[in-house]
């Protein structure tokens, strides 16, 4: 809103001056018959340093700006309407890749027309590493896209509970300390493969949904425990974060758990129009703002930013 006032107010300006200098004789010389056009050898007022021209602004000038004015307020436009991106992760890994649990797929990369691809930095669940993160890093930046990431948060297994039930802020002593540790550990282990990868960027996405052979416990409290340290971690090291998920799937996880962080919401296979309608407040996961929404078509993940949503807080560039 700012930059179109200053469009109107440098318009209005432009006209006053340029109506100045085009309404004929001033009153008085009328009056007399008299005509100010001045002789071919004695130039112009401004020439000649006539009083107060070095404060009177050029009409060229005053053009300019409000030209620049008018762009900066069609990128700000554009910047949000809905923008056309896609997720990548391990199932897009050539094959042979990946834990026995989750082996790699080697299923397409996104389209050429996504302008943004969000990167998974998991093999599946907490403690893995995408086995080619460095490979589709480097993939998106020779295509000039811009970057995201999120991480698969998952329940621990009895050894993983064990190994860093004191690896965090909380009191291990605990089970709901040692649960909050054990995902402060996940995403810890999750920036560790981002610096290895030279993945920059500014925010990571919760993914919070079941898990295969990972199953999430009974305990909701439990859970939202382990969700609870793992956006902590990311938090301390300075991250932005938010929630990929459904309002059905998080419920299920952690009950009425809520983060109230800006939410990535999912919608299927279905159509770009659905994902649209799934920004929508009758979506909402935990009570935070949408920002991207996901749909599947062509065997791609495909996700496009809300309307009226500015997404590149979020992205890093290429």
Excluded at 239 to 260: C, D, K, M, N, P
Excluded at 287 to 313: E, F, K, Y
Aim: with cysteine; charged share 25%.
């Amino acid at each position: 809103m700012s930059l179109l006032r200053t469009l109107i107010a440098l318009v209005m300006a432009t006209a006053l001056l340029l109506g100045c200098g085009s309404g004929g004789d001033e009153p008085a010389e009328r009056e007399a018959g008299a005509s100010k056009a001045p002789s071919q050898d004695s130039g112009s007022d401004r020439d000649r340093g006539a009083p107060g021209d070095a404060n009177r602004p050029d009409t060229d000038e005053l053009e300019s700006l409000a030209k620049e004015a008018e762009e900066e307020a069609v990128k700000a436009s554009k910047a949000r309407r809905p923008l056309l991106g896609a997720d990548a992760g391990w199932p897009q890994c050539r094959k042979g890749l990946g834990i026995p649990e989750r082996p790699t797929q080697g299923q397409p990369m996104p389209l050429p027309e996504a302008r943004y691809v969000i990167l998974g930095l998991t093999n599946g669940p907490g403690f893995t590493r995408n086995p080619c993160l460095p490979w589709q890093v480097r993939w998106v930046r020779e295509r000039g896209m811009l970057l995201g990431a999120y991480a698969v948060v998952s329940y621990p297994s009895a050894a993983q509970l064990r190994k860093h039930r004191d690896d965090g802020p909380y009191a291990g002593g605990t089970r709901i300390g040692a649960l909050r540790n054990v995902g402060y550990a996940q995403s810890r282990a999750n920036l560790t493969t981002m610096k290895r990868a030279k993945l920059k960027v500014p925010a990571v996405w919760l993914d919070v949904e079941p898990v295969t052979i990972w199953e999430w416990s009974p305990d909701r409290l439990a859970n939202a425990a382990v969700v609870e340290g793992a956006a902590r971690a990311y938090r301390d090291a300075g991250y932005r974060i938010g929630v990929y998920s459904t309002a059905h799937l998080w419920e299920l996880i952690v009950g009425g758990f809520r983060l109230g962080v800006p939410e990535w919401r999912a919608a299927g296979e279905t159509s770009r129009a659905e994902a649209l309608r799934r920004c929508g407040r009758d979506h909402s996961i935990q009570g935070g703002r949408p920002i991207l929404s996901q749909w599947v078509a062509l065997d791609r993940d495909q996700n496009v930013t809300c309307p009226g949503v500015d997404a590149r807080p979020w992205l890093a560039k290429p």
